[in-house]
């Protein structure tokens, strides 16, 4: 479940659940094959754009997604209008303003647990923590309703770089990131073998990715031309 505060209310339950069905769900990450995509067409009729982590201000996403601590995110995300997605125990967390993060604008917060169902997408599911935003991310789009997700600059690897933005990485850094790398690769195979008992579609946008090992691939530009004229 995805939750918001409410002065004067407490939590409420967001109305996101469900809101995606019948939809296309582009799920934008800060890998460095992001740079030679046309992010300023993603977001348009037909589709959802899911951005998560590092991916702003490239990207404006129609929802953002970020399961670190609030303070380590730009100060000007928070002061966007699009919903942004935290994790639920975060929600105490300073702002850069000194508010609470519950108090932000349009902050909502992931209820998550490493023992939930990965394919629970029931209006009370809880999100599968997998300690990594991506998992999450693509968790949030199936309970959204979405059978048709679309990943864009997921490249899992650092041959190109570290991010399309950001600093690069240590050393130590970059080992933690590869490791995530391939638990991430075995976790998406996985998921690729059942997709399509359960109607889903997965698609790589990145043309560098790992993923297209295993995953169909698609250029951005392609899916995004089939999405705007309902081609989906």
Same mark, same amino acid.
């Given at each position: ?36 995509? %046309?992010?300023?067409? +993603?977001?348009? !009729?037909?589709?959802?754009? #899911?951005?998560? $982590?590092?991916?702003?201000?490239? @990207? ?13 995110? %730009?100060?000007?995300? +928070?002061?966007? !209008?699009?919903?942004?997605? #935290?994790?639920? $125990?975060?929600?105490?967390?300073? @702002? ?137």
């Amino acid at each position: 479940m995805i939750w918001r505060w409410k002065d004067g209310t407490g939590w409420v339950e967001t109305d996101l659940f469900g809101s995606a069905v019948g939809m296309p769900v582009i799920i934008a990450c800060n890998g460095p094959s992001l740079r030679e995509m %046309p992010v300023e067409k +993603f977001c348009g !009729p037909g589709r959802l754009v #899911l951005g998560v $982590n590092g991916v702003y201000p490239r @990207l404006r996403p129609d929802i953002w997604l970020g399961m670190d601590k609030p303070a380590g995110f %730009p100060r000007a995300l +928070f002061r966007e !209008p699009f919903p942004k997605l #935290l994790r639920g $125990n975060h929600h105490a967390e300073p @702002l850069h303003d000194g508010c609470m993060a519950r108090d932000g604008r349009r902050t909502c917060f992931v209820d998550v647990d490493p023992k939930a169902d990965f394919y629970g997408t029931a209006e009370k599911s809880v999100m599968r923590w997998m300690n990594n935003s991506f998992s999450i991310a693509l968790h949030v789009a199936m309970w959204m309703g979405s059978r048709e997700i679309y990943f864009a600059g997921v490249d899992l690897h650092h041959t190109a770089g570290d991010y399309a933005d950001g600093p690069p990485l240590t050393d130590a850094a970059r080992a933690i990131n590869a490791q995530l790398h391939t638990e991430l690769l075995t976790f998406l195979r996985a998921v690729a073998t059942r997709a399509p008992r359960i109607g889903l579609t997965l698609t790589s946008c990145s043309p560098r990715s790992l993923l297209n090992d295993f995953l169909p691939f698609e250029p951005i530009a392609s899916a995004l031309t089939r999405m705007a004229c309902g081609m989906h």
